[in-house]
């Protein structure tokens, strides 16, 4: 199946906005088998987005077009493929009253002529409901039935579940995978030596293609082949699963906070966290998962020094000593964290984000990642590389994976390391 | 002049990378007149970077093609460049030093062939130095000078000074700039007021293109004329300024954030945050700007009821008669927070984020907003659609656009609405 993305919109060619559409598609297709064979971005403009789509189906069999439905005079893209598949406009009164009643319950004034514009379906064309937005999903086959265009809105938060929800169940009926896939995510190992040990893990297996991709939290490994070498497949999985051992999240593990999370839920203990220059980033990523509430109590972003004495009861003294960014620091906010509120697992977190407050001896990345199960307290010391906000991911990532090394350890399993992927 | 960019790389079409150079360039080029007509993001495959180059040069006067330009096998750009403009691949002995050089002084082993290919030059073409990597950039003119192939490395941290610094005052010297712009950012008013009302403010006024791009803390407001058309703008952008009032961000404020610091600062007050289902969410996106050290004391994310307690002072009483969201809730946990803390403005926020936790009465989605200003106070309640993510994005934009009104309220301005933009 022969898949093109066809992005629309003047604020991704003038970097208003950075299409982090196309990542998710492309790696939700990547996924289950299938790929993107090109993408195009264009502009708000009838004439250009009507020769894209038509250019787009001489060469592919679906065609996925990414914004313009919106309620606004540039947004196009539904005349566009209209005239394209031959597939007139015509008002869907459903289509109409659901776009009425979410825009109702927001208590956001109809505007009649916009909610006209966003009912207007071509021909053949089905709705894809748009949970979180107005402009609804359509799925439109061409007249022949040999190819369908798939439009849907731009907003990520609208984009998103529409295509992962509804769009790829809908691709994957349509056509069986072109490769077999298998993964693997790995934590707190640097890129080049995980591919170094895959490749030590799987000399000898032919026939497989190899991907990585650093992610924040972790080295993901991607193995594929055609889809009749499951077995190998499998097998090689196996072979990588022994070579990384307590590196590899779990098959059920779906992040290392699930990974986290399931440690502590089984024996009932509870999170907290105490952060300076992640300013809340720790936990915020913890409590983006579902669930997390049966774990993490709570968190104290003490940004400004008279907080961490506050909060934390660290101690002046401390402070000017060895100032904010120092091992006794993070020390004492985990102490303090960990003493006044009682829970059995806990992450206290300061160092210089950047891009000021930096000295000489304490340069802009260097991060005290304090970690503290039952009894157990360490202090880590990393310097990270790059500006304010890589520092700051780096900072929350690489604490969340000590934190899952730390109760990996308290397990009795064998202790892995700990370096953040990207 | 007519721009086309030309995204070369399979990793970018798995969804393993986001092409954030794409926004890079287009943002350089929209500031300073010029637009990106058009973007293709492609495999790594020699006959479709041909055929692509191709048809870009049928349809643009400067191809910008980034990736493809390393030393593996799969990087093609340089040969099928060369074979469409018939210019032949030599072997350029001065970049081959550069790049021996480069690579010396960082202690890599060198590959003589890596080496070799990065050397390769097409015929006419003159180096742009690569400061962060081995692969020179390349000016390469068609033979009839009438179009020029620019070719760059993919990875950012190449690709962006040697955009900045090198290609865009080439192209600069190349045509005059084809639009002049003005922008902006409105805050609170969703997008389809938003068009109505730039509308009915610039009804008369003709030879104005204007866009619109939904954010989700603001939306944007574009407008753009030909060059010689800059004081049209200027006064169309006074009529905006007027119509929205106190929703549009000043000049100088690039953000909800930046606008919150600027009131604070002014004024010498601090801002502390207390969070339950947003999680740490709003403390981060506050402190993910620089500087904000100046003003953001800290936060207190009290995700279990008993931290509310403990943490804030919130009654016991209050969350058995009321529960963990409720506006009396809400309130308790913004007065425990200043009262305990001594900030002159706060943030108290507590909700349904889902899946879990909903009851009929208490639906996903429903979130009470405290916001305190000084002596005053004000719960707000939203409904907001979506799923987790979507709900805590939401909470996040809502509650800071929420205290921007109040800080501004507070200046003696008037008030402005608050929905989040999206």
């Known amino acids: 199946m022969r898949i093109q993305a066809i992005c629309i919109g003047t604020e991704l060619l003038t970097g208003h906005t950075v299409n982090t559409n196309l990542a998710l598609m492309a790696e939700a297709l990547d996924g289950c088998g299938y790929t993107v064979a090109c993408e195009v971005c264009i502009p708000d403009e009838l004439g250009v987005i009507r020769d894209t789509v038509r250019a787009g189906l001489a060469q592919a069999d679906v065609v996925v077009t990414v914004g313009g439905l919106g309620p606004t005079c540039d947004d196009l893209t539904r005349p566009a493929v209209a005239e394209v598949l031959d597939a007139p406009l015509h008002f869907d009164a459903a289509i109409y009253r659901h776009i009425e009643e979410y825009l109702r319950r927001r208590n956001v004034p109809l505007r009649c002529e916009a909610l006209h514009v966003q009912a207007q379906v071509p021909e053949r064309a089905t709705a894809i409901v748009n949970r979180n ?14 190819h369908v265009v798939v439009m849907l809105p731009g907003p990520p938060r609208e984009f998103g579940p529409m295509f992962l929800d509804d769009v790829l169940p809908r691709l994957r009926a349509l056509a069986p995978p072109d490769v077999a896939r298998r993964g693997l995510r790995v934590v707190g190992v640097p890129e080049s030596i995980v591919e170094e040990r895959v490749d030590r893990a799987l000399a000898g297996v032919s026939g497989l293609t190899k991907a990585y991709c650093a992610r ?65 980033g720790i936990a915020e990523a ?44 993070a020390r004492e906010m985990l102490d303090g964290l960990m003493g006044r509120t009682g829970v059995e697992a806990a992450i206290a977190v300061t160092g210089i984000a950047g891009p000021g407050g930096a000295t000489p001896e304490k340069p802009v990345g260097l991060v005290y990642m304090a970690i503290g199960v039952r009894d157990r307290r360490e202090v880590h010391c990393r310097q990270f590389p790059g500006n304010r906000g890589t520092v700051r991911d780096r900072a929350v990532a690489t604490s969340l994976i000590l934190l899952r090394n730390a109760l990996q350890e308290s397990d009795g399993a064998e202790p892995a390391a700990a370096t953040p992927a990207g």
Do not use: M
């Not at 937005?133 to 040999?146: E, F, H, I, K």
């Not at 992040?255 to 089984?266: D, E, F, N, P, T």
């Not at 972003?301 to 006794?328: F, I, M």
């Open 133 to 146: 937005g107005t402009a609804p999903g359509l799925w439109c086959p061409s007249a022949d039935g040999g």
């Open 216 to 280: 924040p939290l972790s080295v993901d490994v991607r193995l594929s082949a055609s889809p009749d070498r499951a077995a190998a497949l499998d097998a090689a999985l196996e072979a990588l699963r022994a070579e990384f051992g307590p590196a590899a999240l779990d098959a059920g593990e779906a992040s290392v906070v699930a990974s986290i999370g399931r440690r502590l839920r089984g024996r009932g203990w509870r999170l907290a966290t105490a952060e300076s220059c992640t300013g809340g």
């Open 286 to 329: 913890i409590t983006a998962e579902a669930g997390s509430s049966e774990f993490f109590a709570g968190g104290i972003v003490c940004y400004a020094n008279d907080w961490k004495t506050a909060q934390l009861g660290v101690r002046p003294q401390t402070l000017a000593a060895h100032g904010a960014v120092s091992p006794e620091t």
